[in-house]
C-alpha cells in the first residue's frame, strides 16, 4: 500500500530508479524497496499538451502570435531569444511584452479589447538574469480613475504561452544578485509592482500556460510566478521549480480566474495568496505542492476555492490569516494533505473561514486547529464549516447533522492538441476575411464541412451574420481569441457525436452557443455576454465550463443539461446572474459577480451546488418611487430558491450594495428569508461570509457513493522520461503511434482508473492474460517506484489491442468491473535525420558555414570557401538508419551536378545511392529516392548546368529516413526464467509474446 514521503524520500527514490536501470541491481533493489513508501498519485494531471500552431499564426507570417525566438523577423526587436539555457534572453522577452501591452493599450484595451495577442515560448530553456514584466508607463483604466503608479498598472489581456511544459523552462541565473535574501522578486511578473496593488479592470484577462519556472541556485529572494488577473483569466499547466520565497504568488486586488494542473516544489510558501483587499476569488485545482519550508498554502485577506490538492510536507498543509480587518474565506474540496509532524498542522485557521470535505490529513500532530483550539485531532475531512450553518429546514436536508447538497463532480475532459497540418482547418482558407466586416458565416461553414476535427480562426475578428452548424466530425473550435461579432446565434451544436466538442479561447462579442443534441461540451476560456443556450428536451446532456464569462445569465438557458463550472465572471446590471431551470444540474467552482441586481435564481426542481465565489457589492442597487415622486433604495433579493435544490458557500465584498433579503427561500406554501445581518461578519462594510446555506430534497439528490470499478482512459507514456506523451493523454481509440513522431521507441501504456479499482488484468492482441498489475499506476509493461520508473516495451509495427479489466481486490480478485478496449497501430514513419546534426565540409565561408545546411532554415546557406568544382558536406546522422530519400534546396534554384554516397561508419567504404551528376534540372526542390542503411551521407556537387558562376551553394540538404526497430515485446526488466522481481516480490509471470 502506498503512502506518503518527504522530499529526501523523493530524491532516494530518483536513485533508485537510475540504478534499478542496472540488471544486476534487482535483486537488491526488490529487497530495498520494502522499506521505501509509495507515494500518492500527485493531482497535478500534468496534461503533456504540445500547443503548437501553423505559420499563419504567427506575427512573422501575419498572424496574432508573437515567436520569441522570430523577434527580428517579427519586427518587434533587434534580437531574438535563443532558447538554449546560456544566453540571457531577459531583454528580449521584456522587449516583446512591451510591445504587445503598448499594442492593447493602443487599441483600447482594457476597455476597447479590439486586438488579443500571444508571446509563445517555443521549446527551450530560456535563461534569465532579471524580472520579467512589462516596463512602461502606468496608464488609467477605463474610467480614468486611479491613476497613481503605487497601485496600478493599466495593463490588460497579455498572455505566454509555452509549447509545452516540459520543454519550455524559463530559468532564472544561479547567484543573481536582485534575487538575493529579502527581494521577494519575480521571475516572472504580470505586475511591475511590488505592493499588494491592481485593482478593477486593470489586470483582466491574463493568461499564462505550459511553462516551466526553475528560480536557480542561489537566489534566496526569489518568488517563482507573481500572477493575477481580473474577471477571466487562466494559468493551466505550470510547473514552478527551485528554492526562495513562494513558488506561485497570487497577490492582486483583483485576482480571479480559474488555475488548473500546477506544480511547486520547494520555497518557504508553495502558493501565497493575499490581496490590497477582499477584492479576489481564484479557482484553483489539480495541484502538487512538496518540499515547502513554511507553509504549503498561505491564504490571507481574500477568497479562494480550491480542488484536488496534493501536498507532502513536513510543514503545515494550509494557513489561513486575518490581516488588518479583511478575514479570508477558503473552499477546500477533495483534497490530501500528507506528511508533517508531530509540532505541524494540517490546516491551521488563525482567523478566517473554511469550508472543506472529502480532505484527507495524515501524518500531522494535528488535523485542524483554529487558533490555539484543536478542532480535530487527526483523521480525514468528511465535511467541515467553521462556522454556523443555515438552511429551510433539518428536515431539507441528507441528514440531521446538516450537510451540502454533495452533487456528483466530474473532472473536465482533456482535449488533445493536434499539431498536424491535414487534421487543421483553417477558415481563412476557405475564403474567410477575418476584418470584422466581410460576412465570414459561409466560409467558415465550408470550413466545418471540410471534415478536418480542429478549427482554426487565425485573424481577430470574423463575422457571422447567421448561423454555423457544427458537424459531427468537427471536435474543436480554437480561436487564440479571437472575435465572433454579432448576437444572436452563431454556433449550432446539432449532430450527434460521442466526442466532446470544445470551444477554446474565443470571445463571442454577443452571441450564443445553441445545444441542441445531447453531445458533450466544453468551453474553455471563452465569453459572450449570452455565450450558451441549452434547447435540448430531454435531461442528460453534459457541459463543462472553464474560466467562462456570460453562462446561465439569463432564464431558460440551462435546461436539461448537467454544467460543471470551474469559474465564471458575471457582470450584468439586471436580476440574477446565474439561473438553473427545468432538468438541469448545476455545479459552480468559484465565481465573480458585480453590477448586479439579484445572483442566483433557481427554479423549476433544479440542482445547484456554488462552492466558493466572490459576491461584489461595488455600486447602488436600483431605486423606486416611493409614492411621491422621491426615489429610494429598490432592494432585491440576492439568492432566489423557487421550490428547487441549493447549496451554495460564498462570500460579498465591497462598500455599499444591499440584499434584502439575502436568501429567500420558497417551498410549497412557506417562504423564508435571510438578511445579510443573519450571516457572520467579514470584518468591514458589513461584508459577510455564506459558510453554507443547504436547502434540498435528498429524496431527489443523487446520493454520494463510493466510486464504481473502471478503467477510464489510457495514457501512452514515454519510458525514457517517465511522462505522458503529448497528444496520447488520453489515447484516441484507433490511434497511431508513430515512433518517428514521438521520438522514441521506448514506450508503456498506462490504464487510468477509478479510485475503488485495486488490480487490472491487461489482455494484449491475441493473449488474454497478458499481465496483472495490483498496484497503481497500472501499465502494461510495468513500472518501478510507484511510477516514478515506467518499464520500457516497443510493440511491433502494425494494429495491436489491449483489453483492460478492473477488480476490487488484488491480483485480479474481488469485484470486477466492466472491460475498457483500446485499438491502435504502432508506425514509423521517415523524418529529415540530418536536421541539426554535425556536418563536415571540403570547404566552407565563415559567414555561410556547412552547419547552415542542416539547420531547418531555408534561407541560409552553405557556400563553398572557393569557386570551381567538387565540394562536398559530410553529416553524421548519430547512428545507423534505414535511409529512404535526401532533398536538396539549391541556392537561386541551380541545377547542380551532384552524387549522394552512404557509409556505416566514419572510415568505412562509401556506396552510391545517388547519381545525378548529369543533372541538367533545377527547381526549389529536388529529391532523390533510394534505400540504405548507413549513419553518414556525403553530398558531392560535381557542375551545374544552368550557371556558370562556378560557386556551391546549397540551402538545405535533408535526408529522410526511420529508426530500425528491434521489437522489444518482452518486459525490459523481466530476468530469465519466467519470473519478474516487482515492488518487493517475485512473482509467477508468463512472458509477453
Not at 316 to 321: P, R, S
Not at 342 to 348: D, H, L
Not at 751 to 780: C, L, Q, W
Request: hydrophobic letters at 35%; charged letters at 15%.
Amino acid at each position: 500500500m502506498k503512502t506518503n514521503t518527504s522530499r529526501s524520500t523523493l530524491e532516494t527514490s530518483l536513485f533508485i530508479k537510475v540504478w534499478a536501470k542496472h540488471a544486476y541491481a534487482k535483486n537488491l533493489i526488490c529487497l530495498f524497496c520494502l522499506f521505501i513508501p509509495f507515494l500518492l498519485q500527485a493531482q497535478d494531471r500534468n496534461i503533456a499538451i504540445n500547443e503548437t500552431y501553423p505559420n499563419p499564426m504567427f506575427k512573422h507570417y501575419g498572424g496574432r502570435i508573437i515567436n520569441v525566438k522570430r523577434l527580428v523577423e517579427a519586427g518587434i526587436y533587434s534580437s531574438n531569444a535563443i532558447g538554449d539555457g546560456v544566453a540571457d534572453d531577459s531583454d528580449e522577452i521584456i522587449a516583446a511584452m512591451d510591445w504587445v501591452v503598448q499594442r492593447l493599450r493602443d487599441a483600447g484595451n482594457p476597455c476597447g479589447w479590439s486586438e488579443s495577442w500571444y508571446i509563445y515560448f517555443p521549446n527551450g530553456t530560456y535563461l534569465v538574469s532579471k524580472s520579467l514584466h512589462y516596463t512602461g508607463d502606468a496608464l488609467n483604466d477605463c474610467t480614468g480613475r486611479f491613476l497613481d503608479e503605487t497601485d496600478r498598472d493599466g495593463v490588460a489581456g497579455l498572455k505566454l504561452v509555452g509549447q509545452n511544459r516540459e520543454g519550455v523552462t524559463i530559468r532564472l541565473k544561479d547567484n543573481t544578485p536582485d534575487f538575493a535574501a529579502g527581494a521577494r522578486k519575480p521571475v516572472v511578473s504580470f505586475s511591475r509592482y511590488d505592493l499588494n496593488s491592481m485593482v478593477n479592470t486593470s489586470p483582466a484577462g491574463f493568461h499564462f500556460r505550459n511553462i516551466t519556472i526553475h528560480t536557480g541556485s542561489g537566489n534566496p529572494g526569489a518568488i517563482g510566478l507573481d500572477y493575477l488577473g481580473a474577471n477571466g483569466s487562466r494559468l493551466d499547466n505550470v510547473k514552478i521549480t527551485g528554492s526562495g520565497e513562494i513558488g506561485l504568488h497570487i497577490r492582486s486586488g483583483t485576482a480571479h480566474g480559474y488555475y488548473s494542473n500546477l506544480t511547486v516544489d520547494g520555497f518557504k510558501y508553495g502558493i501565497y495568496l493575499s490581496g490590497k483587499t477582499t477584492e479576489s476569488h481564484p479557482s484553483i485545482e489539480y495541484v502538487t505542492l512538496s518540499g515547502q519550508s513554511i507553509s504549503a498554502i498561505y491564504l490571507e485577506k481574500i477568497s479562494v476555492s480550491l480542488r484536488k490538492v496534493h501536498s507532502t510536507n513536513s510543514v503545515n498543509g494550509i494557513t489561513i490569516q486575518k490581516i488588518g480587518v479583511y478575514s479570508p474565506h477558503m473552499v477546500l474540496l477533495d483534497s490530501d494533505f500528507h506528511g508533517g509532524g508531530s509540532s505541524s498542522t494540517a490546516i491551521q485557521i488563525n482567523q478566517g473561514f473554511l469550508f472543506a470535505r472529502n480532505v484527507s490529513l495524515q501524518g500531522y500532530g494535528t488535523a485542524i486547529k483554529k487558533a490555539t483550539t484543536v478542532v480535530q485531532q487527526s483523521g480525514s475531512i468528511e465535511e467541515y464549516i467553521s462556522e454556523a450553518i443555515t438552511t429551510f429546514s433539518p428536515t431539507r436536508v441528507r441528514s440531521t447533522a446538516i450537510k451540502s447538497m454533495n452533487l456528483p463532480i466530474e473532472d473536465y475532459p482533456l482535449m488533445p492538441w493536434v499539431s498536424s497540418g491535414a487534421d487543421w482547418a483553417n477558415v481563412d482558407e476557405y475564403g474567410a476575411v477575418g476584418d470584422g466586416v466581410a460576412d465570414d458565416t459561409q466560409a467558415i461553414q465550408s470550413a466545418m464541412n471540410s471534415g478536418k476535427p480542429f478549427i482554426l480562426f487565425p485573424k481577430q475578428k470574423y463575422n457571422i451574420s447567421g448561423t454555423v452548424s457544427i458537424p459531427a466530425s468537427t471536435k474543436q473550435l480554437i480561436a487564440a481569441e479571437a472575435q465572433i461579432l454579432g448576437t444572436g446565434i452563431k454556433f449550432d451544436v446539432n449532430a450527434s457525436s460521442p466526442d466532446v466538442l470544445a470551444f477554446r479561447f474565443m470571445n463571442l462579442e454577443g452571441g450564443s452557443i445553441n445545444h441542441s443534441t445531447q453531445r458533450t461540451i466544453l468551453l474553455e476560456s471563452t465569453s459572450s455576454k449570452d455565450i450558451y443556450k441549452s434547447n435540448l428536451t430531454t435531461p442528460g446532456g453534459k457541459l463543462f465550463a472553464n474560466n467562462v464569462h456570460g453562462l446561465a445569465k439569463y432564464a431558460g438557458n440551462i435546461k436539461n443539461i448537467s454544467v460543471w463550472a470551474r469559474f465564471l465572471n458575471h457582470e450584468k446590471a439586471a436580476d440574477f446572474q446565474f439561473t438553473a431551470g427545468v432538468g438541469s444540474t448545476f455545479w459552480v467552482m468559484g465565481f465573480k459577480i458585480e453590477k448586479t441586481y439579484s445572483i442566483i435564481n433557481v427554479t423549476d426542481g433544479a440542482k445547484m451546488e456554488i462552492l466558493g465565489g466572490e459576491m461584489s457589492r461595488w455600486g447602488a442597487g436600483p431605486t423606486k418611487d416611493d409614492g411621491t415622486g422621491t426615489m429610494i433604495p429598490d432592494p432585491r433579493a440576492g439568492i432566489v430558491n423557487n421550490n428547487s435544490h441549493i447549496s451554495i458557500v460564498a462570500a460579498t465584498h465591497g462598500p455599499n450594495r444591499l440584499w434584502d433579503p439575502m436568501i429567500r427561500d420558497i417551498q410549497g406554501a412557506t417562504t423564508k428569508e435571510w438578511t445579510m445581518s443573519q450571516f457572520p461578519d467579514r470584518g468591514y462594510n458589513a461584508n459577510i461570509v455564506i459558510p453554507l446555506y443547504a436547502s434540498y430534497n435528498p429524496a431527489v439528490i443523487p446520493q454520494p457513493t463510493s466510486p464504481s470499478l473502471s478503467v477510464t482512459s489510457f495514457t501512452l507514456m514515454n519510458a525514457d522520461t517517465d511522462q505522458p506523451i503529448a497528444g496520447f493523454n488520453p489515447i484516441a481509440e484507433g490511434a497511431v503511434i508513430d515512433y518517428t513522431k514521438i521520438g522514441t521507441t521506448h514506450i508503456n501504456i498506462r490504464a487510468n482508473t477509478s479510485t475503488a479499482t485495486a488490480s487490472v488484468k491487461f489482455g494484449y492482441d491475441t493473449n488474454p492474460s497478458y499481465r496483472i498489475e495490483t498496484e497503481a499506476p497500472y501499465s502494461i509493461a510495468a513500472d518501478g517506484n510507484s511510477g516514478a520508473d515506467y518499464y520500457s516495451w516497443t510493440p511491433a509495427l502494425g494494429a495491436h489491442s489491449i483489453i483492460a479489466t478492473p477488480y476490487s481486490a488484488e491480483g485480479a480478485t474481488g469485484s470486477v468491473g466492466p472491460t475498457k478496449t483500446l485499438n491502435f497501430t504502432i508506425a514509423n514513419t521517415d523524418k529529415n535525420l540530418a536536421l541539426k546534426r554535425p556536418v563536415t565540409a571540403s570547404s566552407q565561408e565563415t559567414a555561410n558555414p556547412a552547419s547552415n545546411a542542416v539547420d531547418g532554415d531555408v534561407v541560409a546557406r552553405w557556400s563553398a570557401l572557393t569557386a570551381g568544382y567538387p565540394h562536398s558536406i559530410t553529416v553524421d546522422l548519430g547512428e545507423v538508419y534505414a535511409l529512404s530519400k535526401t532533398q536538396l534546396v539549391p541556392y537561386a534554384d541551380r541545377a547542380y551536378k551532384y552524387k549522394v554516397e552512404v557509409a556505416t561508419t566514419v572510415n568505412g567504404t562509401y556506396t552510391q545511392v545517388v547519381n545525378r551528376t548529369t543533372n541538367t534540372t533545377g527547381g526549389s526542390l529536388l529529391i532523390d529516392n533510394f534505400t540504405a542503411n548507413a549513419r553518414y551521407v556525403k553530398l558531392t556537387v560535381v557542375g551545374a548546368s544552368n550557371y556558370t558562376g562556378g560557386w556551391v551553394s546549397i540551402n538545405e540538404f535533408r535526408v529522410y529516413g526511420k529508426e530500425i526497430v528491434t521489437v522489444n515485446a518482452r518486459l525490459a526488466y523481466e530476468p530469465q526464467g519466467g519470473e519478474r522481481q516487482e515492488r518487493g516480490c517475485v512473482v509467477s509471470q508468463p512472458g509477453p509474446e
